[in-house]
């Protein structure tokens, strides 16, 4: 297991564990620190669960945030950053060295497709796809401007609210399905959802989306390491690493709350 505060660099490629930084900003130095302690709690989660650390990848969430506070906390030793937004994420990512790998975690409309895919070469991950239209819309337009094959994620709303968007968890598997035999330019890569917003039936949603993990890893045939669950924020990452989570999704507890435009 890693240890940050001794300034060790890991080198697995899923969590991008920090080094000690030179930072100069009060900001900076609040952010890098913020996720020095972020790995530590993802280690000690990993530890009581006895699962390893390195199989759980923290992707830093920076919504609204600029991108001199991204820079910092690339500079820092992390590569894996997530965006909500179409407009945010390609406005921000010609601006930032080539190596960070992105995912792209909000709601996908098919015809911010194309601008996402052309605006970030070094996108990674779409974790959004929630009906065939979109997995349908991915595929092609990869296949159009010759990228690589693109990781998805199926999102699945395990927990029934209508706010949520996401597949319910009875069609996940046909929606996986759709993803791995008719889109050649995706690859099928795991589930994820968001727990619900008081943490009280979190842990349902939690089991929910790995029983619906076993479904799909059963009906494509491949081994559940295969198949990723992205599940877990900054109010309830550990509990989703302790219930099987690889793949949680940091924002305010890194960065601070988010900063959105006031209303006039």
């Keep these: 297991m890693n240890n940050l505060e001794n300034e060790e660099k890991p080198t697995n490629e899923q969590s991008g564990h920090v080094a000690e930084p030179a930072m100069a900003s009060a900001a900076a130095m609040d952010g890098v620190a913020a996720l020095r302690s972020v790995f530590q709690r993802v280690n000690q989660a990993a530890e009581k669960a006895g699962r390893a650390s390195d199989r759980v990848r923290v992707v830093a969430v920076s919504k609204t945030k600029p991108v001199s506070l991204i820079r910092q906390v690339y500079d820092a030793g992390h590569r894996s950053f997530g965006e909500n937004y179409v407009q945010e994420i390609i406005e921000k990512a010609p601006q930032l060295p080539e190596d960070i790998e992105w995912h792209f975690i909000g709601n996908l409309q098919s015809n911010k497709v194309k601008p996402l895919l052309t605006g970030v070469?070094?996108?990674?991950?779409?974790?959004?796809?929630?009906?065939?239209?979109?997995?349908?819309?991915?595929?092609?337009?990869?296949?159009?401007?010759?990228?690589?094959?693109?990781?998805?994620?199926?999102?699945?709303?395990?927990?029934?609210?209508?706010?949520?968007?996401?597949?319910?968890?009875?069609?996940?598997?046909?929606?996986?399905?759709?993803?791995?035999?008719?889109?050649s330019n995706l690859e099928f890569s795991g589930l994820m959802t968001i727990g619900m917003a008081d943490y009280t039936s979190t842990p349902e949603n939690f089991k929910m989306?790995?029983?619906?993990?076993?479904?799909?890893?059963?009906?494509?045939?491949?081994?559940?390491?295969?198949?990723?669950?992205?599940?877990?924020?900054?109010?309830?990452?550990?509990?989703?690493?302790?219930?099987?989570?690889t793949n949680v999704?940091?924002?305010?507890?890194?960065?601070?709350?988010?900063?959105?435009?006031?209303?006039?």
């Excluded at 076993?214 to 109010?235: D, F």
């Design 121 to 183: 070469p070094n996108l990674v991950m779409v974790e959004s796809v929630d009906d065939e239209k979109i997995a349908n819309t991915l595929d092609r337009v990869v296949g159009n401007i010759g990228r690589k094959p693109l990781k998805v994620l199926v999102q699945v709303n395990t927990s029934g609210e209508e706010s949520k968007f996401g597949m319910e968890p009875s069609g996940c598997v046909g929606l996986a399905k759709h993803v791995k035999e008719a889109c």
């Design 209 to 245: 989306l790995a029983k619906c993990r076993s479904e799909v890893c059963e009906e494509l045939g491949i081994p559940e390491e295969q198949c990723e669950l992205s599940m877990g924020m900054s109010g309830d990452f550990e509990l989703a690493i302790e219930l099987g989570s």
């Design 249 to 264: 999704r940091i924002g305010s507890t890194i960065f601070g709350a988010r900063e959105y435009p006031k209303k006039k």
